[in-house]
């Protein structure tokens, strides 16, 4: 089985030396190779994991600890790439670009694979930049499609395994110093070198977990001075921690008490204090974040292939569009309207283990006039043609009882964390029916 993964590097090493190691031509190579040798034909990604139990000598492992992938393995090592395949159980990569180039091929499972630009407007530091994070597009790869990885801000995407489990062949070089930084994105206006390791920064940011985990009276007092005396980037770091800890709270959360957010308010106050408008960019991305771990912790709780998928593109896919064209591409058979109003449905008689939210939705009483407003929406109507269908449909005669009954269920719709996104958002990013 190990024959095949040497076969395989050697040919991709004999090709770039012929062009003389160069690196911009090293993506086509591994590409070409990989559709050539095609991995998912011809290998099983469990015989690798029997090799890896009967071996007693393993390539050089590129990645010992496992922070890609569940777990990563590399098959083949050489002085300028190296092959790896990457497990998943539960796999979604955040938004980031590359520092090396290479190419991938889905051997086993699929992904929705997003791929963004960034406008930079405003650059902070060498580490960290403002601008706008763009989606340009949503794909569903399955097995056997391979992309090339082209280092830096050419390629900035993202990947959500749907199957569990999936697998990844990668043929990837070390390292692209003009690539440098290798930034992460954080929707909609925040990039970042996560790699960057300044230990000041890292223990201020660790001490506002402790002064807020032990309720320290003069919690705020501390962090307010930090935030009024420090750069925009610790800035950022300090007011995302605080907002995990004073608005993750479960016990206020149970009572409905909205202290820890009040709290939350005035720490940005002292943040604008040292930053001024900078500081406004801020609520929006923690919004951002939140939305995506709680589909993230929604999904976890589906049990059918078919709902993680719905879950994975209302994280991933960028608006109703692009939805209903993964639908489609996947379930090529089905209306992608009528199947993504019985996920709807289905959903709305969910309920996740351990919440108190009426179900998945969040939608408290949904029913068939929910059910109506979300088909006209995912149909393309606006806010008005909704309301003038749900008239006829419903046959209001006082335009008061009209008004009453449509508002409350658009806005229960507009409110939901899964449904929002689908239902109000352009293709440009903006809200097209409030």
Not at 26 to 32: C, K, L, S, T, V
Not at 61 to 90: A, K
Not at 405 to 413: G, I, M
Request: aromatic share 10%; proline share 4%.
């Amino acid at each position: 089985m190990m024959k095949f993964y040497q076969d395989l590097g050697s040919l991709v090493e004999a090709r770039w030396q012929d062009v003389n190691y160069e690196e911009e031509a090293f993506p086509a190579i591994a590409a070409r190779a990989l559709a050539e040798t095609d991995p998912n034909r011809q290998q099983d990604p469990w015989e690798i994991i029997r090799w890896l139990y009967t071996t007693q000598e393993l390539p050089k492992q590129r990645d010992v600890d496992g922070h890609f992938g569940n777990p990563p393995i590399t098959l083949y090592c050489s002085d300028r790439f190296h092959i790896d395949i990457y497990y998943w159980l539960d796999g979604t990569t955040g938004i980031h670009q590359h520092a090396f180039s290479g190419a991938f091929q889905v051997f086993l499972g699929s992904s929705v694979h997003s791929q963004f630009s960034f406008e930079e407007e405003r650059r902070i530091s060498s580490h960290f930049s403002i601008g706008q994070v763009c989606v340009n597009s949503a794909e569903l790869l399955m097995e056997g499609d391979i992309r090339m990885i082209v280092p830096g801000r050419k390629f900035i995407h993202s990947l959500f395994h749907l199957d569990r489990p999936s697998a990844t062949i990668t043929i990837k070089t070390y390292l692209t110093p003009t690539a440098l930084p290798q930034y992460e994105y954080l929707k909609p206006y925040i990039a970042r070198d996560a790699f960057f390791r300044d230990e000041s920064r890292i223990k201020k940011v660790q001490t506002v977990s402790l002064l807020l985990g032990m309720n320290h009276p003069e919690a705020d007092s501390f962090i307010g001075d930090l935030l009024s005396s420090s750069d925009f980037e610790t800035a950022f770091l300090t007011l995302r921690q605080a907002h995990e800890c004073l608005t993750d709270n479960a016990m206020q959360n149970f009572f409905q008490l909205d202290t820890g957010r009040q709290r939350f308010e005035r720490l940005l106050e002292r943040a604008r204090s040292n930053h001024g408008d900078l500081v406004d960019l801020i609520p929006p991305v923690l919004r951002e974040n939140n939305r995506q771990q709680d589909i993230k912790r929604r999904r976890t709780y589906m049990t059918t292939n078919e709902h993680r998928f719905f879950l994975a593109l209302l994280l991933n896919a960028p608006h109703r569009m692009s939805v209903i064209e993964l639908v489609k591409r996947r379930f090529e058979d089905r209306d992608p309207v009528d199947t993504i109003a019985d996920w709807v449905m289905e959903l709305s008689s969910t309920k996740l283990l351990g919440s108190r939210e009426p179900n998945v939705l969040g939608v408290p009483d949904f029913d068939e006039e929910h059910l109506f407003v979300v088909r006209r929406l995912l149909e393309g109507l606006s806010r008005e043609q909704s309301k003038e269908a749900f008239r006829k449909e419903y046959c209001f005669d006082q335009e008061g009882d009209l008004e009453s009954e449509f508002e409350s269920v658009f806005n229960s719709l507009q409110s939901s964390t899964l449904l929002s996104s689908l239902l109000f958002e352009s293709p440009n990013g903006k809200h097209n029916a409030r």
